[in-house]
């Protein structure tokens, strides 16, 4: 496991941490969790490129090294002034737990299994929600930082992926129209993604798939075909039918639901594994609450988030 954010600050450096994931932004989204970092706070090492589970050939994970830049030095002062005892013990890695978080009880029903990715937003509590029999032991977290800027964009480069996307869908004989726009919210990836790509049409579920994984997919080809074309890596979004939109407000209403459940009872909840980019969407929803604290344990694919009281 990489090292906890308590080595940032104080003018050292700390070293970086690798992570994988399905994309390489997916993968790097992971590591910036890992450290509570922006993407303009770090540098990023693509390890390896990964290839994704297309026609039913085993894919392999993308993988990363993101290692924070160095802030700039404190001015010294006039005179040695010695350290308080403890001054970082508030900094604790965001990202681990005692033993006894990992144990809790899964309430959930089994999935309904589903083919069309527009049916999987009428019972978001019960696909998510998963609650302990006891509260989990005080977490102290750096309060994830603020949603960061758009990043800049080159219009070209927007419109060079547009027409990669257009013609992916003509080739799966699709009829839909695809536009552009700045990514807005946690959902577009805003500060991460250069632009969102909009597909809209009619009956376009086959292009999301269960749980978004071919949306995903059909992504990672967009940003590996313009990657080639432009000669430098791109990050664009892509969305079918406003999918990551409701995705998001759903996560977001999720977030605030449990958050609420927390306060009442004073124990912890923990929702069921999510993408990066969905944790990303609970952390920033619950980051000014001062009620609660938000925690990701686990590994890999099941990774989670844990919903914790303040103490």
């Not at 001054?87 to 144990?103: A, C, F, M, Q, V």
């Not at 809209?200 to 997919?217: F, K, M, N, P, V």
């Amino acid at each position: 496991m990489g090292p906890t954010p308590d080595d940032v600050g104080g003018g050292t450096p700390m070293e970086g941490v690798e992570a994988e994931g399905r994309t390489v932004n997916e993968a790097t989204d992971s590591a910036l969790e890992q450290l509570g970092l922006r993407r303009d706070e770090v540098d990023v090492e693509v390890l390896s490129e990964g290839r994704p589970r297309l026609l039913g050939f085993r894919g392999e994970p993308a993988r990363v090294r993101v290692t924070p830049r160095p802030k700039p030095a404190a001015v010294a002062a006039p005179a040695p002034v010695s350290r308080p005892v403890g001054g970082d013990d508030e900094d604790e890695d965001d990202n681990e737990l005692d033993d006894d978080d990992e144990e809790y009880e899964d309430d959930d029903e089994d999935e309904e299994e589903e083919e069309d990715g527009d049916d999987e937003y009428d019972d978001e509590d019960e696909d998510y929600e998963d609650e302990e029999d006891e509260p989990r032991p005080e977490v102290v977290r750096r309060p994830p930082t603020p949603l960061p800027q758009p990043v800049a964009v080159d219009a070209a480069d927007v419109e060079v992926a547009v027409t990669v996307l257009k013609n992916l869908i003509q080739l799966m004989a699709i009829e839909a129209d695809v536009g552009s726009r700045v990514p807005e919210t946690a959902g577009d990836g805003i500060g991460m993604m250069e632009a969102v790509l909009d597909v809209e049409g009619e009956d376009l579920g086959i292009l999301i798939g269960r749980r978004g994984q071919t949306l995903a997919s059909l992504q990672y080809l967009v940003n590996l075909i313009v990657s080639k074309q432009i000669n430098r890596r791109v990050a664009f979004a892509v969305d079918v039918d406003g999918y990551k939109r409701r995705r998001e407000e759903a996560l977001v209403g999720l977030a605030k639901r449990m958050a609420a459940r927390v306060r009442g009872t004073g124990r912890s909840v923990t929702l069921e594994p999510m993408p990066p980019n969905e944790r990303r969407i609970v952390h920033i929803t619950l980051a000014e609450d001062p009620s609660v604290v938000t925690v990701s344990i686990g590994e890999g694919d099941a990774r989670k988030v844990a919903i914790t009281p303040s103490r």
